[in-house]
């Protein structure tokens, strides 16, 4: 009866761990379809995840956070647009990070965008929201920034 119950236990707890996980994209095709099918708009957040110190800030000071982590899964799609330096990344995903860098002229990390896309004939059309990069003051400041990005453009 007690192993029912630890059992029990276990997975009512790793059920809620779940809930507060984010899915964080790195297919374009598959985040804008999402995207569109939630009516959310997409948050493109460029990172050098393996070298970028402000990059690495933003995601353990911001991104972990339940705050953010709360908003986020109400009010986008997230996508993650990495520039790796020491980490291994398939050339398809390269190529497309590359393109969609080039299109809004990010030249600095942590660059993140607000946009709604379209997918017509394999090409995307964006249109941009906003962007916002490293907010200082946790997630409560981030998520501040990022809804009046969100809240001026709807």
């Given at each position: 009866m007690k192993a029912?119950?630890?059992?029990a236990l276990f997975l009512l707890v790793a059920s809620f761990s779940n809930a507060q996980e984010l899915v964080w994209h790195t297919d374009a095709n598959k985040a804008i379809t999402e995207?569109?099918?939630s009516k959310k708009p997409l948050m493109l957040f460029f990172t050098g995840s393996d070298w970028c110190g402000w990059c690495?800030?933003?995601q353990q000071e911001v991104f972990t956070q339940p705050?953010?982590?709360k908003w986020a899964k109400d009010n986008v799609v997230l996508l993650e647009l990495d520039f790796p330096r020491?980490?291994?990344?398939?050339d398809?995903?390269?190529?497309?990070?590359?393109?969609i860098l080039q299109v809004f002229g990010v030249r600095g990390y942590p660059t993140i965008?607000?946009?709604?896309?379209q997918?017509?004939?394999?090409?995307i059309n964006f249109s941009q929201l906003g962007s916002v990069g490293y907010v200082a003051g946790g997630p409560e400041k981030w998520v501040e920034s990022a809804k009046t990005i969100l809240a001026n453009k709807k």
């Open positions: 029912k119950i630890v059992i995207s569109n099918k690495i800030r933003l705050d953010f982590k020491r980490t291994a990344q398939d398809k995903l390269k190529i497309q990070n590359a393109q965008w607000f946009v709604n896309a997918l017509e004939n394999e090409k």
